[in-house]
């Protein structure tokens, strides 16, 4: 009895203490709000996981590169090579691209790390672009999520020039080349194209400064630009609670999903591990830029069927495909086939892709909050648009390769660039009004299935001696999904306050134009009513 009431004393003294150490401890932070937040619900769907293996594989790129910064030296000292590599004994070459050499042979573990760490960039940057897709095809930048939508277009933005950055380091023929394409981009814009390529070589091309001052912004700026806008993208999912697909149960008002602690930390580890051990491997049985079989840059030499990494291919095709086309003004020539293509158009897409969530809004007049996915085929218009612009970015990514394609398949090099040229101007507008009209044919069909059901494939006999093919009613899962879009009307031809006639003219045609040719799904009288019931609550 006594050893009893000692150990209920004991119990309550331990409760009054760990309640006084929450109590303390929440003065001053917000532990209990963290406490809160382990519960936060995760939607599931594998499309969600883009942008966390994006996350993955950017861990591995630091944990990698603070390794490779130990042994690399960002100099353009000229030395001669007396390594372990017999091909390229007594040859002249940089301070890095020795030391690149050297960890890929005379380090332990040196090359393993070194494709890892390029195997994860490109996994990184296609990641962060697919998962930029996923984003615009299923309406998750409307609001309240537009600000998110622009950290992650300039998050792609400077993952390029962090990849394109660290593909110059090593200074081999490859990314010599590179580099001597964008100091002709740098010349070609006018009035202040020579200073930029004098401050960023550091003098006449070569120079002595670009890969010092490449380093730095590879190591220190871009990452910690990048780490910044990642946090403050996870911080806006986190606040603004992820999206997830329509279904019974999910509303715009909740997140239905594994709570974040265990089950969703528990998975996200998993996949942590498997982007690992999958970079790992790819590190280990697939070569990737093999510096020594390019050998050290020289500005006198062209690597011979030199391809960027295909982040950047579709600046080569875009230089590839424009004709030579010049201007000459007040003594000074403008090279429109080398500014167009390279600065103009690259500057333009980014534009579209920051501004697209914004034009997107002014012209559907849709300013309610969105927590529900779209499904790419509710939203014929939109999913043309995306669609096309892949086309137009493919065609470039391949003519970016042109010269490799006209010699493996034997195709004349003018005909195959008329042939890019033809399509990038044809594929687009094609690919968008053939994608539209799949979506319609889509929402037709599931109209169609909603009211008469689902073919069981089983015949019977009519009384007049035909035959019809029995049907059974949808689950009632599915007949939700099919049944939660609802397109708005598309906007009257009057001008909104504040808008000029002609403004107003405009907006209401491009509405019609977005929602004109829609597809909706007729509700029962029952399920009208409770949803009107429900936006009124």
Known sequence: ML????????????????????????????????????????????????????????????LTGVWLTLFFKPSMTEVVYDGSYEPLLGL????????????????????????????????????????????????????????????????????????????????????????RIAQGIMLSIPVVGTYISMFVF?????????????????????????????????????????????????????????????????????????????????????????????????????????????????????????????????????MWNVLVPAVVLPGALFAVLYAYPFFERWVTGDHEEHHLCDRPRDKPVRTGLGVAAICFYAVLLLAGGNDILAYVFDIPLNLLTWVFRTSLVLLPPVSFMTTRRVCMALRERERERLAEGEETGELRQTLAGGYVESHEPLDAEERYVLRSSEEPEPLAQTAADGDAPHVGRLRATLSEWYYGDRVDVEKPESERGSSVGELKR
């Open 202 to 334: 550091g003098g006449e091309y070569p120079g002595e400064d670009v890969i010092p001052r490449l380093y730095s912004l590879h190591i220190l700026l871009v990452p910690g630009l990048l780490l910044a806008l990642l946090t403050l993208h996870l911080i806006l999912v986190f606040y603004l609670k992820h999206t997830q697909w329509a279904g019974r149960g999910r509303t715009n008002r909740n997140a239905v999903g594994k709570p974040m602690f265990p089950q969703f930390v528990t998975d996200s580890a998993g996949l942590f591990f498997m982007v690992f051990g999958v970079l790992t491997l790819l590190a280990a049985v697939s070569q990737i830029n093999p510096i020594w079989a390019y050998g050290p840059y020289r500005p006198d030499i062209v690597s011979f069927g030199s391809q960027p990494d295909w982040y950047v291919g579709f600046l080569e095709g875009s230089l590839r495909l424009m004709p030579p086309f010049e201007t000459a003004v007040a003594g000074h020539t403008v």
């Open 3 to 62: 050893l009893k009431r000692r150990r209920a004393r004991a119990g309550a003294r331990a409760r009054y203490a760990a309640e006084r150490t929450v109590d303390v401890a929440d003065g001053r932070l917000p532990v209990l709000e963290g406490g809160r937040l382990l519960r936060k619900a995760f939607p599931q769907h594998w499309s969600f996981l883009l942008g966390e293996i994006a996350l993955y594989s950017f861990v591995v790129l630091l």
């Open 92 to 179: 002249s070459m940089s301070e890095a691209y020795r030391s690149t050499v050297d960890i890929s042979f005379d380090v332990r573990g040196g090359l393993l790390i070194r494709q890892s760490h390029h195997w994860a960039a490109l996994v990184f940057l296609s990641a962060v672009g697919v998962h930029l897709l996923r984003v615009f095809f299923t309406g998750a930048f409307r609001r309240p999520r537009e600000v998110n939508w622009l950290i992650g277009v300039t998050l792609f933005l400077l993952a390029l020039v962090e990849g394109f950055a660290g593909y110059s380091l090593p200074d081999d023929l490859l990314s010599g080349t590179g580099l």
